[in-house]
């Protein structure tokens, strides 16, 4: 019925196929990371995104390892922090984060926030990091059109993805059609607003019809606009069903309805006016 399976991947500019659907673990502690992690890749998913200041890099590399999975079949991404921003700063940071990790390589290295006056030389970082094979591709993360533009003319590589808070109540269409022109990856980060709007009786109403929960619905609005998505959970039983939503598809008006839904809702920090 669906298309989509997910193992299903999507292309980015630096030739690295992106598993679509990931699981996130902002704020999940460490040895709830560690179970979340091993319940995920149990359930066929094969992309984690964490971040060094996430704090639990450690226990995603240890639950990677119990899998017993190929690290070569997981995707894998991690983030440089804001005080870690900067040339020299950026290369001994990737280090830490792959030692924690137990790994020689993420498959994306992003930089977490455009921090200014820093985010240039971090980038070139960044390049020398993807040239050394320590990370196979490279992005960014909270970059708005002005900060991607800033970057392209600056400096040499373009982000293979950005990955943003984008979900119905928050899309930035203007990027997300920047991103697609330069062939950029648009990654969804908080696909279920932070759990806060999971109770709208829309999407309720929307769910019932097709016999899925409200974050299926939005997980699957996120998938079908061709985001790649990285829901987070560390409860065992909704990391699954966060994963099962490849037998349904979201109609052409379904989508187009929850597509109208924008209404600038920003759970997380904003960079268009945090520094
Ligand atoms: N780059 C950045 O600056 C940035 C910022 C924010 C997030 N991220 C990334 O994006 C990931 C996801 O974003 P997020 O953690 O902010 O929010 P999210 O995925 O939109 O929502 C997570 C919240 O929803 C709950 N939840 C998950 N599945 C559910 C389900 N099926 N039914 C009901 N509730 C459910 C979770 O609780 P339980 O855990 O208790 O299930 C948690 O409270 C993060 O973990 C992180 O990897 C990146």
Not at 158 to 178: G, R, S
Not at 188 to 195: N, R, V
Not at 210 to 215: C, F, G, Q, T
Request: neutral net charge.
């Amino acid at each position: 019925m669906s298309n989509l399976n997910l193992t299903s991947t999507l292309k980015s500019n630096q030739s690295i196929s992106v598993p679509q659907l990931g699981l996130g673990v902002w704020k999940s502690r460490p040895k709830e990371c560690f179970e979340a992690v091993k319940s995920a890749l149990s359930l066929g998913y094969r992309h984690i995104d964490t971040a060094a200041i996430y704090g639990n890099e450690a226990d995603v590399g240890a639950a990677i390892q119990e899998s017993g999975i190929p690290r070569s079949e997981i995707f894998l991404v991690t983030k440089l922090w804001n005080a870690d921003q900067g040339y020299d700063s950026a290369l001994r940071a990737i280090d830490v984060s792959l030692k924690k990790l137990g790994t020689d390589y993420v498959d994306m290295y992003l930089i977490h926030f455009p921090v200014s006056g820093k985010r240039n030389e971090s980038w070139k970082a960044l390049e020398k990091i993807k040239a050394e094979g320590k990370s196979k591709a490279i992005g960014v993360s909270n970059f708005m059109v002005s900060h991607l533009e800033e970057l392209l003319k600056e400096t040499g590589t373009i982000p293979a993805m950005n990955q943003v808070e984008y979900h119905p109540f928050l899309q930035d269409k203007e990027l997300k059609e920047y991103c697609t022109e330069k062939g950029i990856l648009l990654e969804a980060y908080s696909p279920l607003a932070h759990g806060q709007k999971l109770e709208d009786p829309r999407i309720t109403q929307i769910a019932k019809r097709y016999k899925k929960s409200n974050a299926q619905i939005l997980i699957r609005w996120s998938l079908q606009a061709g985001h790649v998505v990285i829901p987070k959970s560390k409860n065992p039983d909704r990391i699954r069903e966060n994963a099962d939503v490849f037998d349904f598809n979201l109609s052409e008006a379904d989508m187009k309805e929850i597509s109208s839904w924008n209404e600038n809702f920003r759970t997380c920090w904003d960079p268009t006016t945090v520094d």
